[in-house]
């Protein structure tokens, strides 16, 4: 075992003399070492309850005979941290993650790793691990938060509460009114309940193979949370034994079948980000232009909140993941030959899963729509692209011109939209918040759900080279790349300018001839924020651009 490494022979006494001085008896030493690698915090609604999933987990590491060992990792809560400072500290993490992770597991030659994320940036930086260290390992998320209906019987999430502020802030709502949703929207742990970015990684978890049925929709405060965590428990085990390894299952195939789900289930649009990110890992290339003909090819089975009424509950309900895997099998969609985690191929673990309402998963003759989940645009304005959930986009805004009110950083522009002074037919723009620019790259709910609470979700678009919460609904397009402060087009653009926006033709641009814009780079000094510190300075001077996974780049 890779933990005889650190264990056995005279030489290393010494260490298991440390592993002793902590109680380990000689039984557990020899026994196979599972780290239990668990992201519990008590700031992160999502990760309160993760102490109850480690123990569990635990259980099934001890029937199955191994020793569990815990070790944790931090986590950002990124509604907590969403419309102030505190955003810029979201993204950076995923980096921070991966690298402790890897810190640990190389130093303590664990033999197998189980992984505990559930919140946005948590999942992907363990996936990420899990590629770089390629050691036997299985996820096992927290599970989501329950949706809990208003007195009108809407299904209620945090971007309620989001959009109830841009609603009282424009006099269509009453302070009462915010207090209910305020106490109501979110009823107890779990991640949010919606398919934004981390249901969307947990679920997109099992659709790469590296999670058991079930991980990505099994609620929270559900008992059978319970039973799967410590069944991951008994089969992190059995992977040490069999030696099935994390790039047995990442391969370029499995990116293409997490994709496919991905357009199917209508993802956030932050999964383009750390999908790309966890395929470096795994020495996988994605191209954003194949993003398209992946979306090109594949129906929106889902509509799920932010594109619908439905939440993860519902999903769970209807046959999760494998249920709507399996239906795109009926369409020759998926590879079914690959292997996962489960020690089975995709074929056989989605064999007998069969969609329980055709309602919240639709036939796939009968989709949402014809194509997928998302989108990445490409033009004058965003040459190496730009991403959108066009799941979330209403169809008076797939095809938009309207001129640009131009705006230096995501305050700027909450303050005007609070204050009533963007119109029906603008184009917003958020710059200066991308990878190196922000820095951070910053996801902007705030702004878009003030949009949408005002009522403008059908007649304003909102372009920024920051990101978008999984919550974020209406025609909300991030990640322009290049982004301003790497002299992108979107650094140039003027108050005034008409942007032109065709989702369903993948193209966004900025109607202005070269010499004017040629002209503008000329005469234009851009923002380079000096003041930055501590972690974000080293994170400005590395971080790639958000087309490449904004990851970190050393060579």
Do not use: W
């Not at 398919?195 to 790469?208: I, K, Y």
């Not at 009424?309 to 993941?321: E, K, N, S």
């Not at 705006?407 to 939209?417: C, N, T, Y």
């Amino acid at each position: 075992m890779r933990s005889d490494e650190m264990k056995l022979g005279a030489e290393r006494a010494p260490q298991r003399s440390l592993f002793k001085a902590m109680g380990y008896t000689d039984t557990q030493i020899r026994k196979p070492l599972i780290g239990i690698v668990n992201s519990f915090n008590e700031i992160v609604p999502g990760h309160i309850h993760l102490q109850n999933i480690a123990r569990s987990v635990k259980d099934g590491v001890l029937m199955a005979g191994g020793t569990p060992v815990e070790f944790n990792v931090i986590g950002v809560c990124d509604g907590i941290a969403m419309g102030h400072e505190g955003m810029k500290y979201s993204l950076v993490t995923r980096e921070i993650i991966t690298d402790s992770i890897e810190c640990m597991a190389k130093a303590h030659r664990f033999d197998g790793l189980v992984f505990i994320p559930n919140c946005d940036k948590i999942v992907p930086g363990m996936l990420m691990a899990a590629a770089r260290l390629n050691i036997p390992s299985i996820f096992v998320s927290g599970g989501p938060m329950l949706s809990l209906c208003d007195e009108g019987g809407r299904a209620m999430d945090l971007n309620s509460v989001f959009e109830a502020v841009g609603a009282y802030k424009s006099g269509k709502a009453t302070e009462a009114d915010l207090d209910y949703y305020e106490n109501n929207a979110c009823p107890g742990c779990g991640s949010c309940s919606g398919m934004f970015t981390a249901n969307s990684m947990n679920c997109l978890t099992e659709a790469l193979g590296m999670g058991l049925r079930g991980n990505g929709t099994i609620p929270a405060v559900y008992a059978e949370r319970l039973r799967l965590a410590k069944t991951v428990g008994m089969r992190a085990v059995e992977l040490v034994h069999e030696d099935l390894k994390p790039l047995d299952i990442l391969t370029e195939k499995a990116f293409t079948n997490a994709l496919t789900i991905d357009m199917a289930l209508g993802c956030s649009s932050n999964s383009l980000l750390h999908l790309t990110a966890i395929a470096k890992e795994a020495g996988v290339s994605l191209n954003l232009r194949y993003v398209n003909e992946i979306s090109d090819r594949t129906p929106n089975l889902c509509h799920l909140a932010p594109a619908g009424h439905h939440h993860m509950q519902d999903l769970q309900a209807a046959g999760g993941v494998y249920a709507v895997m399996n239906e795109l099998t009926k369409k020759n969609l998926l590879d079914t030959s690959l292997m996962t985690v489960t020690g089975k191929t995709v074929g056989e673990n989605i064999a007998d899963v069969k969609v329980r309402n055709y309602d919240v998963i639709r036939p796939i003759d009968n989709p949402y729509l014809a194509n997928g989940g998302l989108a990445v645009l490409f033009g004058s304005l965003a040459p190496n692209g730009a991403a959108v959930k066009r799941s979330a986009v209403a169809p008076e805004m797939m095809v938009h011109k309207g001129p640009a009110v131009v705006f230096d950083s995501e305050e700027e522009a909450i303050a005007d939209i609070y204050a009533g002074k963007i119109k029906k037919g603008d184009v917003v723009v958020i710059r200066y918040e991308g990878p190196a620019g922000g820095p951070g790259m910053r996801e902007m709910l705030s702004p878009t759900s003030a949009i949408c609470g005002m009522g403008l979700d059908k007649d304003v678009a909102l372009i920024t080279d920051g990101r978008f919460s999984g919550a974020t609904r209406g025609a909300s397009i991030g990640h322009v790349s290049p982004e301003a402060v790497s002299g992108g087009a979107i650094a140039y653009v003027k108050n005034g300018d008409i942007i032109s926006i065709d989702i369903p033709n993948y193209s966004i641009n900025l109607e202005v001839s070269e010499e004017e814009l040629a002209a503008r780079r000329a005469e234009t000094v851009l923002k380079v924020k000096k003041d930055i510190k501590g972690y974000l300075r080293k994170y400005a001077k590395s971080v790639s651009s958000a087309d490449k996974g904004a990851v970190i780049e050393i060579d």
